[in-house]
């Protein structure tokens, strides 16, 4: 059948890679794996014989179909779905461990995966995922780097990542028009450690790089802040008021974070 553009259809053709792939999962030999986006199982077959059990959500019925028959294993179930509603809690009540995740990531819905993805932390151990290069540039970005920005932020505040091995276009049929670069990311919100809730956190981020040009006073304060306020909190929590986000690490943006939440609620 021919392969759905629209649904992010690019086949993985790179046996190298995808053992790569497989490896970097670790040992999964006792455990449940979800795939995401199976696709004709080029990943899959490869995790079936690595891993205690495969649960691989696909979207497209035909390919849900032909898996089923094409890779008849009692270790192998394929969940017809889209990712996005997939119940990641129960998968992982049902395992009885945290899950490991892999998948060479549809990409016209990278973005929502990886936030689906970080919703989910309590129920996912570690994460082997294939996207754009240019996203796996923003998601390993380190403070001061042009591709420092919200979704470093937000993927990194849900634990470390790394940067594994990228592929060209013509690894893939049909051929994407980007690189592909495979990245893994090890669930360990940083959350409690660094003093600030969640949802707070992650809202602050986006507002403080609306503006990427724009210094983080003035970000702050296109956000509603009063500049008096914004002044003060960045002299008690030493950043520069000069500074831009990008220019901020995790720790540092947690400790302003952190101010403007203990000023707020002292002024409820
Ligand atoms: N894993 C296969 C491989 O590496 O050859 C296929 C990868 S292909 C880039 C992405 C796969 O995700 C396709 O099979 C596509 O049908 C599937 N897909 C697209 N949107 C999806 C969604 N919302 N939920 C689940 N799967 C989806």
Redesign the pocket.
Known sequence: MPP?SK???????DDAA?ARIGAALGNVSEQLVV??????????RTLIERAGHVMA????HE?AIALRAYLPSEKFTVIE????Q?DFAAAAAQAGHKLPVV???????TSP?LLRLAENHASLDRAVL?VQREVADRVVAEPGSRDYGVLSVTVQMYGPVERLFTLPPGA?SPPPEVHSTVFRWRFAPRFAELGVSEKGFIQFAKQIFAQKRKTLANNLRAAGLEPAAVQTALAETEISPQARAESLGLSELARLHAYLERKQAATL
């Not at 959500?57 to 497209?60: K, M």
């Open positions: 759905k649904l992010g259809q690019n086949f993985l053709r995808i795939e995401i986006g199976p696709g004709e199982g080029a990943i899959t959500i696909e979207v497209d390919l779905q889209d990712v996005l997939f998948g060479n990531l549809p990409y016209y819905i995966i294939m893939f």
